[in-house]
């Protein structure tokens, strides 16, 4: 599967971003989605993930009560919705889908991944 992010951008601290990620193909429903980020100097981290259905969420501490993963099935999509924005939440942002039976919250559980977008949050 393909993966393609946009969305990325420039935002004042206090503002929203939302980020999209279309998949290829026909099998976007059996994937579980995640959305991991790698700021300068530092290792890709786990951000947040969607189990394949949708029904189930898992975010990183950071980003509790700010972000908010959700998909369409229908459009092999997955959103990830950024509130409250930091300037730590600076990074290149990338979408994954994961075969594995259940969550996955580490980069190698990952099978596919797109290619990043920027997300720079301004104090």
């Known amino acids: 599967v393909q993966l393609q992010a946009s969305g990325g951008g420039l935002v004042q601290a206090g503002g929203s971003l939302r980020l999209s990620c279309v998949a290829s193909?026909?099998?976007?429903?059996?994937?579980?989605m995640g959305w991991f980020r790698q700021a300068p100097g530092k290792e890709r981290e786990f951000v947040i993930t969607i189990s394949r259905s949708g029904g189930r969420t898992y975010y990183a501490d950071s980003v509790k009560g700010r972000f908010t993963i959700s998909r369409d099935n229908a459009k092999n999509t997955v959103y990830l919705q950024m509130n409250s924005l930091k300037p730590e939440d600076t990074a290149v942002y990338y979408c994954a889908a994961s075969t594995y039976s259940g969550a996955s919250f580490a980069p190698d559980e990952y099978d596919y991944w797109g290619q990043g977008t920027q997300v720079t949050v301004s104090s």
């Open positions: 193909g026909r099998t976007f429903s059996s994937y579980v």
